[in-house]
Nanobody
Framework: QVQLAESGGGLVQPGGSLSISCAAS????????MGWYRQAPGKERESVAT???????NYVDSVKGRFTISRDNAKNTVYLQMNSLEPEDTAAYYC??????????????WGQGTQVTVSS
């Protein structure tokens, strides 16, 4: 089994910054794509940013230029630096990872979510 543990999140004022991270652990052989999704109340879950093992990134248009995703392959950890936060960024943020575990199956794993609230 593979577990994803998120940290960070919280309350920040509009225009502020926040960083969240997610570490994968357990029966991991290798982690491929990692990313962050978010879900606001009453809305569908959307992809915010993804990053391949090689470092190629992709962002939803609404966060381009404000958010930066990065990862540390040695630590199986993915980070999301969020700047110029807006109230519309308020949501539960979920970490995602596609990993090959010791059962020799590729599986998609999800974290439990961390709340980010942007409000004055």
């Amino acid at each position: 089994q593979v577990q994803l543990a998120e940290s960070g999140g919280g309350l920040v004022q509009p225009g502020g910054s926040l960083s969240i991270s997610c570490a994968a652990s357990g029966s991991i052989i290798i982690v491929d794509d990692m990313g962050w999704y978010r879900q606001a109340p009453g809305k569908e879950r959307e992809s915010v940013a993804t990053i391949t093992r090689g470092g190629s990134t992709n962002y939803v248009d609404s966060v381009k230029g404000r958010f930066t995703i990065s990862r540390d392959n040695a630590k199986n950890t993915v980070y999301l630096q969020m700047n110029s936060l807006e109230p519309e960024d308020t949501a539960a943020y979920y970490c995602y990872a596609r990993a090959l575990d010791k059962s020799i199956y590729w599986r998609d794993y999800w974290g439990q979510g961390t709340q980010v609230t942007v409000s004055s």
